[in-house]
């Protein structure tokens, strides 16, 4: 990802010169917008990511209007986002948005969104004691997935479609994944109608995920224990003929004799 959105940020002389000032007495607020900008810039550079956010706060602040505050306003999300603020930078797509729902930047607000939702739902635990971020709450997963379809479904010939689309395929398979964790935990507790809406949700919503077979696996597995013979006998025969290798067809409960 490059460090500054793909925007004008070359602005023209005459806005350079029709910029105007607070009024106020103070040498640093009499600065021009222009001036206060490439201060941000420069800190954004040299990698100060949290002072440059407050600088970029600062600017709009001072200088609400213009061409100025609406690039601080993105560069804003891309400050929080590096300083590891990502609940800041989800604000930040959001309002920026929300100012302008028209602007051609919109598309990178809300991949950016997507991009912190991403790293906001990896929490202390799973980035360094190497829990499986796939069984962790996946909340802020299903906010990312939704902001990259945004950018695939509005965007597709924009720079950022081709890297949402890959990173949807990717949230699929920790998502289906994450519904059959829950199934199994369901199945261990003998909660075998829970289990099955899990597993029935990752073969109706994931097609094309690796969890799909251990949906199916797990979907006969429950009908099995709740008895609904003919329900079970319809899953193991779409195991069989999407997976008529799998290891799995060998148990008894999937066997001819045991569908009696």
Same mark, same amino acid.
């Given at each position: 990802?490059?460090?500054?959105?793909?925007?004008?940020?070359?602005?023209?002389?005459?806005?350079?010169?029709?910029?105007?000032?607070?009024?106020?007495?103070?040498?640093?607020?009499?600065?021009?917008?222009?001036?206060?900008? #490439?201060?941000?810039?420069?800190?954004?550079?040299?990698?100060?990511?949290?002072?440059?956010?407050? +600088?970029?706060?600062?600017?709009?602040?001072?200088?609400?209007?213009?061409?100025?505050?609406?690039?601080?306003?993105?560069?804003?999300?891309?400050?929080?986002? %590096?300083?590891?603020?990502?609940?800041?930078?989800?604000?930040?797509?959001? *309002?920026?948005?929300?100012?302008?729902? +028209?602007?051609?930047?919109?598309?990178?607000?809300?991949?950016? *969104?997507?991009?912190?939702?991403? #790293?906001?739902?990896?929490?202390?635990?799973?980035?360094?004691?190497?829990?499986?971020?796939?069984?962790?709450?996946?909340?802020? &997963?299903? #906010?990312?997935?939704?902001?990259?379809?945004?950018?695939?479904?509005?965007?597709?010939?924009?720079?950022?479609?081709?890297?949402?689309?890959?990173?949807?395929? &990717?949230?699929?398979?920790?998502?289906?994944?994450? #519904?059959?964790?829950?199934?199994?935990?369901?199945?261990? *507790?003998?909660?075998?109608?829970?289990?099955?809406?899990?597993? +029935?949700?990752?073969?109706?919503?994931?097609?094309?995920?690796?969890?799909?077979?251990?949906?199916?696996?797990?979907?006969?597995?429950?009908?099995?224990?709740?008895?609904?013979?003919?329900? %079970?006998?319809?899953?193991?025969?779409?195991?069989?003929?999407?997976?008529?290798?799998?290891?799995?067809?060998?148990?008894?409960?999937?066997?001819?004799?045991?569908?009696?």
């Amino acid at each position: 990802m490059s460090r500054f959105p793909a925007v004008a940020v070359m602005l023209v002389a005459a806005l350079l010169a029709g910029c105007s000032t607070t009024g106020d007495s103070d040498d640093e607020a009499q600065q021009s917008a222009a001036e206060l900008y #490439e201060e941000a810039r420069e800190t954004l550079d040299n990698g100060r990511f949290q002072d440059a956010a407050e +600088q970029l706060q600062d600017l709009q602040i001072q200088y609400p209007f213009g061409p100025y505050a609406r690039q601080a306003q993105l560069d804003l999300i891309y400050a929080h986002y %590096k300083a590891g603020e990502m609940g800041s930078a989800v604000r930040a797509a959001d *309002r920026f948005m929300r100012l302008h729902p +028209q602007d051609e930047n919109v598309v990178y607000a809300r991949y950016m *969104r997507g991009r912190a939702h991403l #790293e906001r739902g990896e929490d202390f635990l799973t980035r360094r004691i190497e829990i499986d971020d796939r069984t962790r709450d996946p909340t802020a &997963k299903r #906010e990312a997935y939704a902001d990259f379809q945004q950018v695939v479904n509005r965007f597709p010939d924009s720079q950022y479609a081709p890297d949402a689309e890959e990173r949807m395929i &990717k949230l699929r398979q920790d998502l289906a994944f994450y #519904e059959l964790y829950v199934a199994d935990f369901y199945m261990r *507790r003998g909660a075998y109608v829970a289990a099955a809406g899990r597993a +029935q949700t990752v073969i109706e919503n994931f097609q094309g995920t690796p969890s799909v077979r251990r949906a199916l696996r797990t979907l006969a597995e429950a009908y099995h224990e709740l008895e609904l013979h003919d329900l %079970k006998e319809d899953v193991v025969r779409v195991l069989e003929m999407n997976y008529p290798d799998d290891p799995a067809l060998s148990r008894p409960i999937f066997s001819p004799v045991d569908r009696g």
